[in-house]
């Protein structure tokens, strides 16, 4: 539970394991000590809405928000919660205290993270995939002109050495494309 100042005056003992804090460290702590900067800027610009719309319309009850915070571990890493709060209110209905409930998401994290990266994975290998379906017909293309080219130069003409070295990077960037066709996609 914290104040409106974003204070906090009480917390379950539950924070030392999830965050290696004592509870009596927890309770000094600021907002700026618990969440890293990406999480704090969020969490105080989720605040100042819900605080814009209590003066557009006071009195809402029942309302609560649902944030994903990355919070510091005394050990000096992160833990990810997924905290929902609400207001308590007062006797004329005006906010009075925010009451928060939290819980651990890193394995949530971890996992989206992983499928977000097998995803990127897939689109690469479509790219390539794709890369090298184009690829094929031009270098197809080189190569047989190349090739052509070969057979009708006389042995002793300076232009054999410069058709030699096309059809031989013709024929490796093909290899290229076809091992990059496959498995991909």
């Known amino acids: 539970m914290m104040d409106l100042d974003l204070r906090l005056v009480y917390i379950s003992p539950s924070v030392v394991r999830l965050r290696g804090f004592s509870v009596e460290e927890v309770m000094k702590q600021t907002p ?3 969440l890293t900067p990406a999480s704090l ?4 610009s989720v605040f100042a809405e819900e605080m814009a719309r209590e003066q557009e319309m ?6 609560s928000r649902t944030l994903e915070l990355e919070h510091l571990r005394k050990d000096g890493s ?19 205290k925010i009451l928060g409930v939290t819980r651990n998401i890193s394995e949530r994290k971890k996992l989206e993270e992983q499928v977000l990266q097998s995803e990127k994975m897939a689109a690469v ?3 390539i995939a794709g890369l090298s ?5 031009p270098l197809g293309v ?3 002109y190349a090739q052509s080219l070969l057979r009708h130069a006389e042995p002793g003409s300076p232009l054999r050495p410069a058709l030699q070295a096309i059809e031989k990077e013709a024929q490796q960037c093909a290899g290229l494309v076809k091992a990059g066709g496959q498995g991909w996609g």
Do not use: C, Q, S
């Open 32 to 34: 700026a000590e618990a």
């Open 41 to 44: 800027e969020y969490a105080i």
């Open 58 to 63: 006071p009195g809402r009850t029942f309302v």
């Open 78 to 96: 992160k833990v990810w919660v997924e905290a929902t709060a609400t207001f308590l209110r007062d006797a004329e209905g005006r906010p009075a």
């Open 125 to 127: 290998g479509t790219l």
């Open 133 to 137: 379906h184009e690829l094929n017909n």
């Open 142 to 144: 080189i190569l047989g």
